[in-house]
């Protein structure tokens, strides 16, 4: 069997109003999805992080001619040849992003040819995945009292548990922040935001998972005094407390504090990965499958992270395809936590698929049992939010 076509669809959703975090105000989310086509008729899906609009690029015209008439089946060959071929410019970032999609794909082609789900050629670990409502989020506008009706809402859903946004706070002193300019919308002080995570634990009950995302802005300082003021509140996770590249000052915030540290979504690849883990500065180990490499690589991350008995969160906020990808990932690993369930509106997750991923009355997602990823794309849904 060979490979004869690799196709890339650009889609975008229009975020009205806009919403954020501490990272920025999102107006528009993003999807690239893949399509690695085989010349026995047989069509991998998968989903790359977009980079900026920049991935589809990287898999167009660096990754498409090297895989064109290979062999889909030799994935992890294929795997190393795409990271070797691109290492000089790559490593990390969009060409491991880029890669990510074409792993995904080929595991899904993998999975059809052996008429086995995804998760149990990967030798599954469970049929089922905890997930947690992802939201939280800062609106224009959005009070405490809107805050915890949303979080209201997660529990009578049957969610276990909820995450939610914090430190958009003026007061911040990281250059990054500073830097990216996103200052001035939704901004809050460090006193309002532990007054939004106090609304939301006493909205979800005490038993519930609460977590809350940073996404990088805090300094190490600032992180471990918020970090102490919020204990009381018996956090599942603080996630990405510090900027990504900030090893030793995570290692000391998850030092300091008795709150786990998860993260880092933001960093990339096993090597990346090792640094977090190895120097302590995740106890929890967020790796995210279209941005990290997918399936072979996410897997290696996990491997590691058990090697250091560290549970893994797949993080997960992009389209359908990295969903469902990221929940047989979750399903096929031991030290599977709990699944990133976005919640804000996002059409390219709820309309994408001829049948949207839900969860259950427990907090609960059954993983598909069709072959491959088990799933099947709406063609009319992509067309209304193609680029
Ligand atoms: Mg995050």
């Given amino acids: 069997m060979k490979i004869v076509d690799i196709r890339t669809i650009p889609l975008s959703y229009r975020c009205d109003p806009p919403y954020g975090s501490a990272g920025g105000m999102q107006a528009a989310r993003g999807g690239l999805l893949i399509e690695v086509e085989t010349d026995d008729g047989i069509t991998?899906?998968?989903?790359?992080?977009?980079?900026?609009?920049?991935?589809?690029?990287?898999?167009?015209?660096?990754?498409?001619?090297?895989?064109?008439?290979e062999d889909p089946l030799l994935i992890e060959g294929l795997w190393q040849k795409m990271f070797a071929r691109t290492r000089q410019f790559g490593r990390r970032g969009i060409a491991i992003n880029a890669i990510s999609g074409v792993d995904i794909a080929l595991w899904d082609i993998a999975g059809k040819i052996a008429k086995l789900p995804v998760y149990r050629l990967l030798g599954a670990c469970r049929d089922r995945v905890e997930a947690y409502a992802s939201g939280g989020f800062y609106q224009e506008g959005k009070s405490v009292e809107d805050l915890a009706a949303e979080a209201e809402g997660y529990r009578a859903r049957g969610f276990s548990g909820m995450k939610m946004k914090i430190g958009r706070n003026p007061s911040t002193q990281t250059h990054l922040r500073h830097l990216a300019g996103n200052a001035q919308l939704c901004e809050v002080e460090p006193e309002e935001d532990i007054a939004r995570v106090a609304a939301v634990r006493k909205a979800l009950g005490p038993k519930a998972k609460l977590m809350v995302d940073v996404n990088c802005a805090w300094s190490p300082a600032m992180a471990i005094e918020i970090g102490c003021a919020l204990e009381p509140f018996k956090l599942y996770w603080i996630e990405e407390p510090v900027a990504t590249d900030d090893i030793d000052g995570s290692a000391r915030v998850a030092a300091a504090l008795a709150t786990p540290i998860a993260g880092y979504e933001t960093e990339i690849g096993l090597y990346g990965f090792r640094e977090l883990i190895t120097r302590g500065a995740v106890d929890i180990?967020?790796?995210?499958?279209?941005?990290?490499?997918?399936?072979?690589e996410c897997r290696r991350i996990a491997a590691l992270a058990q090697a250091h008995h560290l549970m893994v969160a797949p993080h997960a906020f992009a389209s359908a395809v990295t969903l469902v990808a990221s929940l047989h990932f979750a399903a096929s690993i031991p030290n599977g936590l709990v699944l990133e369930f976005d919640q804000n509106p996002n059409g390219l997750r709820d309309e994408l698929l001829k049948e949207p991923i839900r969860i259950d009355g427990n907090g609960m997602i059954r993983l598909p049992e069709r072959p491959g990823l088990g799933i099947e794309l709406d063609r009319a849904a992509i067309d209304r939010y193609r680029i």
């Fill in 44 to 69: 991998g899906i998968g989903e790359a992080g977009v980079g900026g609009g920049s991935t589809r690029h990287v898999i167009e015209h660096q990754l498409r001619p090297m895989l064109i008439g």
């Fill in 285 to 296: 180990v967020q790796p995210d499958i279209a941005w990290s490499g997918g399936f072979s």
